[in-house]
């Protein structure tokens, strides 16, 4: 079976320093793993997906995220936040069962605050 | 249209009213995903479309829950009697071609926000 733990429920940054979102996952197969944003009231976004072609992925608006095996993890970082990136962060595996479809396993979720 | 799109937005229901919300998947995507979510946490799987047929229901909490897509394109989703437990976001997603990969992402609609009074 496939599921994902994110480690932290909320993380604090100030404006300008690097961000980390810690991310677990389990998987039977080799997973397809993604990171999705959500702002508030506002649809689901997709920052970054894990494609196998590459352990480093770089998404959208400065994020991404490493790929490792040996540690299970999926790791979300950014090198410099900025006040717009204040949002829910969810690390989802794609079930990849005979009879799942695709449908999406979500993790709890990351409560990103910037600060100035 | 250019993405997913939801409606009604936002829906208030007196507990014991039937409800129906609607979901307009990108163009020519095969899959269409229901997902529920509760406030404060990550939205949970309820049913999946290719076409018009219901291949997994697996996640509707009960039966007073119900789904179709009956021309393969537009959705619906249907709660009878309405109980407060039922208040989430109901998110719709669309993907192009059958089995979710990293080459086949989901896209997801705003969402409708039912709130059961």
């Known amino acids: 079976a496939q599921s994902v733990t994110q480690l932290d429920s909320h993380v604090s940054v100030s404006e300008g320093t690097p961000v980390l979102l810690r991310c677990n996952y389990s998987s039977s197969y080799s997973p397809s793993l993604f990171w999705y944003v959500q702002h508030p009231n506002k649809g689901l976004q997709l920052l970054l997906k894990?494609?196998?072609?590459?352990?480093l992925v770089k998404g959208i608006n400065g994020f991404e995220a490493e790929f490792k095996k040996s540690e299970t993890s999926f790791h979300l970082t950014k090198p410099s936040a900025h006040m717009s990136d204040a949002a829910e962060y969810f690390c989802?595996?794609?079930?990849?069962?005979?009879?799942?479809?695709?449908?999406?396993?979500f993790g709890a979720g990351t409560q990103v605050v910037v600060t100035p | 249209g250019a993405g997913v799109s939801q409606s009604p937005r936002y829906k208030v229901a007196k507990r014991g009213q039937d409800v129906a919300l609607r979901c307009d998947p990108i163009s020519g995507h095969v899959s269409l995903f229901w997902y529920q979510q509760a406030l404060g946490q990550g939205p949970e799987f309820l049913t999946y479309f290719q076409n018009e047929a219901q291949l997994d229901k697996s996640g509707l909490p009960s039966d007073r829950f119900f789904a179709e897509r009956p021309e393969g394109s537009v959705s619906t989703l249907k709660i009878q009697r309405t109980q407060q437990e039922d208040s989430a976001v109901y998110l719709c997603?669309?993907?192009?071609?059958?089995?979710?990969?990293?080459?086949?992402?989901?896209?997801f609609g705003p969402g409708t926000r039912l709130t059961v009074l």
């Open positions: 989802v595996v794609s079930v990849m069962t005979t009879d799942s479809w695709g449908k999406l396993q």
């Open positions: 997603a669309s993907s192009l071609f059958p089995r979710t990969s990293s080459y086949n992402e989901q896209f």
């Open positions: 894990y494609t196998s072609a590459a352990t």
